[in-house]
């Protein structure tokens, strides 16, 4: 390993802290920059909004703030190894791509003792998840046009099946079998990517890890496959992203970030790496309120987070930011506020925006097409709902205080808090009862903060999706009462031309009967032109006034004033 002195001076700030230089690395030397510096505040800009960023750490308080990017596994490895000073006292590691990463991962999981079954899902690859949810696709789909076409072939195909199953099971020699081969065969990222609201909270003795989908509102281009547009039909549009965080006991906050485009071979196209800028936004905006280069509170107030900022600098104040600083950070991570507008929370939000145009679209022609768009819209909000319901499951077990159990208690490695505990054997290593129990502590300010986005995930997220839902609905029943309404419209139509070919039908017959008497052969009776047009005339008139009469009457004449009128 190569000593700080090696290392070009051109490359080492020399306002660099002391503790970076005792860990004794070359590459964390010439990666350090000043978050506080101008000159280099846009160059780590800019490393955070590009695709092909690997990593960064960030270590800061109240005086200092320093990051570096793109570090390999030695160097935190050294890092880790090495406790911080005081006046740095929170850091925070922020991975990409965590399957490239798995070295780096397995020095974090040492570091803070992560499950084995945790750090494997960290390190999960989501390219293993196409070919396995291809072949899981199309045989779901074949079963179920089988079953919704064919339903009696169908199920001699079952029962075909479940005889040949017996018969394997008979047959089967168990003495053969070394080891369970019944675990399907299920990665990680095919269960995020098919249970959007799935979501995982992990507690040890060093850390609480939280892992959640988060969605961005972001177009992609449509999938070519029939069958995953029909998928995609159901699922609310923009980019899922997998997530984890973590809050460490030494203050250290760990954000790690699924792969968003993993398929396309490193390579991004101008649409991908837009897409990796808004999906990267609330993160950006994060690691610039960390800066004290710029002054963004009169700019954008609301994009001002007090993690490393203060408008004044009271007693009590400054002896908390070191404690509240790690779980700001934790919770600001976690919100992601620009998503959650765009999605729902705003006035006009596309499923708003949607079911308008649908209802417009209704008052001018329904259609049974329509109850198909909202049956799509439907699923998509009752994916939402879920989503955020998540979420709000999320911060009920990040507050959800750890207690000691009776077993912990009953361990004679730990010390329970009470008077006596002086007078217990200190023959093998004592542990405090506070230090036993799982998870890290939330600061009062981080707490205030989880109990708010609760609140705001009720009123703003899950209330707007409820009154769509209802709105949908609403429609569903508007539609085909609408198309009720427009078939008894065609109903009295047929109605009134029936009545109208029945009219004249009554007026012609009294002629063509009188019609028919003067054309009859009758001896000693002569019929004159002139008389047969007078009884002609006098037939034809009294007809019409016993239609008009009878119209009167029966009321089949209001029928058609009234739609005169209204046609007028």
Same mark, same amino acid.
């Given at each position: ?428 290593? /004592? ?131 009234? /739609? ?5």
């Amino acid at each position: 390993m190569s000593t700080p002195q090696s290392v070009e001076e051109s490359t080492v700030d020399e306002r660099l802290p002391k503790y970076y230089k005792d860990i004794n690395c070359s590459k964390l030397l010439s990666e350090m920059k000043n978050l506080d510096d101008v000159t280099t505040l846009k160059a780590l800009e800019h490393n955070v909004t590009d695709p092909y960023s690997r990593n960064f750490l960030v270590d800061f308080g109240d005086d200092d703030a320093w990051s570096a990017f793109n570090l390999d596994v030695d160097t935190f490895a050294q890092a880790l190894a090495k406790p911080r000073p005081s006046s740095l006292y929170t850091r925070w590691i922020n991975i990409w791509y965590p399957s490239e990463h798995q070295s780096t991962l397995e020095v974090i999981a040492k570091r803070y003792d992560l499950s084995p079954r945790l750090l494997g899902l960290m390190c999960s690859d989501p390219r293993a998840v196409k070919g396995n949810a291809a072949v899981n696709d199309s045989k779901g789909s074949s079963s179920f046009f089988a079953a919704a076409h064919q339903p009696l072939k169908y199920l001699r195909h079952l029962q075909e099946q479940a005889i040949e199953m017996e018969e394997g099971w008979k047959s089967l020699d168990m003495s053969n079998i070394e080891e369970p081969t019944m675990l399907p065969d299920m990665s990680h990222y095919q269960i995020v990517n098919e249970v959007w609201h799935y979501s995982s909270v992990d507690w040890g003795r060093k850390y609480v890890c939280i892992g959640y989908n988060a969605l961005y509102n972001v177009r992609l281009k449509p999938s070519a496959d029939v069958e995953e547009k029909q998928r995609q039909q159901d699922l609310p549009e923009g980019k899922r992203i997998w997530n984890w965080l973590l809050l460490c006991d030494d203050r250290t906050v760990i954000s790690i970030t699924e792969d968003p485009f993993p398929f396309n071979g490193g390579h991004f196209s101008p649409e991908e790496q837009a897409n990796v800028l808004f999906l990267r936004r609330n993160l950006l905006n994060i690691f610039l309120q960390i800066s004290k280069a710029k002054d963004t509170t009169k700019k954008s107030p609301l994009t001002t987070l007090p993690i490393r900022k203060s408008v004044g600098n009271s007693h009590e104040e400054t002896l908390h930011r070191p404690s509240d600083a790690p779980g700001l950070l934790f919770f600001f991570l976690f919100e992601d506020w620009y998503s959650c507008y765009s999605l729902v929370i705003r006035r006009e939000h596309r499923y708003q925006a949607e079911l308008n145009q649908i209802r417009q679209d209704m008052l001018h022609k329904a259609e049974l097409k329509h109850i198909n768009r909202l049956h799509h819209i439907g699923r998509q909000l009752a994916v939402l709902k879920r989503l955020y319901q998540t979420y709000e499951s999320i911060v009920d077990h990040v507050l959800e205080k750890q207690t000691a159990t009776m077993a912990s208690l009953a361990n004679s490695h730990i010390i329970a808090t009470t008077e006596n505990s002086e007078q217990l054997s200190s023959s093998q290593p /004592q542990v405090a009862e506070e230090d036993s129990l799982l998870g890290v502590s939330l600061s009062s300010a981080a707490r205030v903060r989880f109990l708010r986005l609760k609140h705001r995930i009720r009123l703003y997220a899950l209330a707007e999706i409820q009154d769509c839902l209802d709105q949908k609905e609403s429609l569903v029943m508007m539609n085909f009462n609408l198309i009720a309404i427009k078939e008894s419209y065609a109903v009295e139509r047929l109605t009134r031309i029936t009545l109208l070919l029945g009219k004249v039908t009554i007026l012609f017959m009294p002629v063509s009967l009188m019609s028919a008497y003067f054309g009859a052969q009758f001896t000693d009776a002569q019929f004159t032109v002139k008389s047969y047009w007078i009884w002609f005339v006098v037939i034809f008139v009294i007809s019409a006034l016993a239609l008009v009469i009878f119209g009167a009457v029966s009321g089949t004449m209001e029928g058609a004033w009234r /739609q005169k009128k209204k046609n007028k």
